[in-house]
Nanobody
């Protein structure tokens, strides 16, 4: 079993920055990738950014150049640095960890005021 816990969400003005953190723990024999997703009411969860075991990254077009995904393997943590935030970035952000099976956290709320 793997536990995933996100943190770092909050209220920020448009143009501001936030850094989300995702700490994972448990029986992890191999980590294939970690990802950040977001979801707003009535919409499907969408991929924001992902990073593979060999550090290949992928971003949604809407966040390219503004968001950066990174990780610290020693701390079992993956980060999402979000800059130049826009009101449309407001959502619940979820962390996903794929070890052969996908594990999700409960999410952290990001609110962006205009």
């Amino acid at each position: 079993q793997v536990q995933v816990v996100e943190s770092g969400g909050g209220l920020v003005q448009a143009g501001g920055s936030l850094r989300l953190s995702c700490v994972y723990s448990g029986m992890i024999f191999r980590l294939y990738y970690q990802g950040w997703y977001r979801q707003t009411p009535g919409k499907q969860r969408e991929l924001v950014a992902s990073i593979t075991s060999n550090n290949n990254t992928n971003y949604a077009d809407s966040v390219k150049g503004r968001f950066t995904i990174s990780r610290d393997n020693a701390k079992n943590t993956v980060y999402l640095q979000m800059n130049s935030l826009k009101p449309e970035d407001a959502a619940v952000y979820y962390c996903s960890v794929f070890t052969g099976r996908e594990y999700w956290g409960r999410g952290t709320q990001v609110t962006v005021s205009s």
